[in-house]
């Protein structure tokens, strides 16, 4: 069982729609992120947040708008979606400490994306 | 470009012999690597890491190896086992926010397929 959860497991919503999604985990981790996998392709970051602030941004387009309203939850904002934005979006978390070496992320099983 | 590769879409190994698969990489900046696992309709489960001041680093049936020089490494398991079919992803970061918040690039990964 994973310990990052990611609601709604399948998403479809048309071009005009407002929808989020969300992550949620209870492992202390401090830092979060955003990954977005089309298929037969890997995963590909869009967003990292550490101690609730936006640290990476890869050039992801506005229609999707992150948020971190506490340490626990992630969120996703998605507003006037393409068509090719259709993919599995995958939440990770991990411990972020300064001056140490890296950890590994833990991923949740993702949010299927459907755009009509 | 493709910073980490994964030249093998699949392999194909019998139950109870040893499974290889290799990644390598081109960006000199990556200095954690990790192997991740994922079935269909999951999100990718963390099997085991290395950083870039060890060669080598096991966990119970899994070894991951790194050779620097030649910006490679590769994921041992030993003996394969049937649920160990499943598509392997190697991945790495470059240590750039100077703590653990770090993204991730995946390679495309290999289909492991363990015959009985």
């Known amino acids: 069982d994973t310990e990052v959860t990611q609601t709604p497991k399948h998403l479809v919503m048309g071009m005009t729609n407002k929808k989020s999604l969300k992550c949620e985990q209870h492992?202390?981790?401090?830092?979060m992120y955003w990954y977005k996998q089309k298929a037969k392709k890997p995963p590909e970051l869009m967003f990292v947040y550490s101690y609730e602030k936006l640290s990476i941004n890869e050039s992801v387009p506005s229609r999707f708008s992150p948020e971190c309203p506490n340490s626990s939850l992630l969120n996703l904002h998605l507003h006037a979606l393409q068509p090719e934005d259709s993919a599995l979006y995958l939440c990770?978390?991990?411990?972020?400490?300064?001056?140490?070496?890296?950890?590994?992320?833990?991923f949740g099983d993702g949010t299927r994306l459907s755009i009509l | 470009d493709q910073q980490v590769k994964q030249n093998s879409p699949s392999l194909s190994v019998q139950e109870g012999r040893i499974s290889i698969l290799n990644c390598d990489y081109t960006n000199s900046m990556f200095d954690y690597f990790l192997w991740y696992k994922k079935y269909p309709a999951e999100g990718p489960t963390f099997l085991i890491s290395i950083s870039s001041i060890k060669d080598k680093n096991e966990d119970g049936r899994f070894t991951v190896f790194l050779n620097k020089s030649a910006k490679h490494l590769s994921l041992h398991i030993v003996p394969s086992q049937p649920g160990d079919s499943a598509v392997y992803f190697c991945?790495?970061?470059?240590?750039?926010?100077?703590?653990?918040?770090?993204?991730?690039?995946f390679g495309k990964g290999t289909h492991l397929i363990i015959q009985p």
């Open positions: 990770a978390s991990s411990q972020d400490e300064t001056g140490e070496w890296s950890q590994p992320q833990h």
């Open positions: 991945a790495a970061s470059d240590g750039t926010s100077g703590g653990g918040a770090d993204g991730l690039t």
């Open positions: 492992m202390g981790h401090r830092a």
